[in-house]
């Protein structure tokens, strides 16, 4: 009886588990210094403003170009 008690353990809280792991990942990831981190955010808002002009300029000489086919 005694060895079937040891063998049952109490089953874990899926939110606690999830919790712990989360917070246990956390501590592994190298997080950026704050100069790394502005320089990285600057470049993120670099290339989102560089690839909204050419979707904005593409988009632009497309609807030329079909006004121009359809008039």
């Known amino acids: 009886m005694a060895e079937k008690a040891k063998q049952v353990k109490k089953k874990e809280n ?9 917070s246990g990942e956390l501590r592994k990831v190298s997080w950026p210094t704050w100069p790394e981190a502005r320089r990285l955010t600057g470049l993120v808002l670099l290339v989102m403003l560089v690839v909204g ?10 609807g030329e170009l079909l006004r121009l086919i359809l008039a």
Do not use: M, N
């Open 14 to 22: 899926a939110i606690q588990r999830y919790f712990r792991e989360t």
């Open 53 to 62: 002009l050419l979707l904005a300029s593409v988009d632009y000489f497309a």
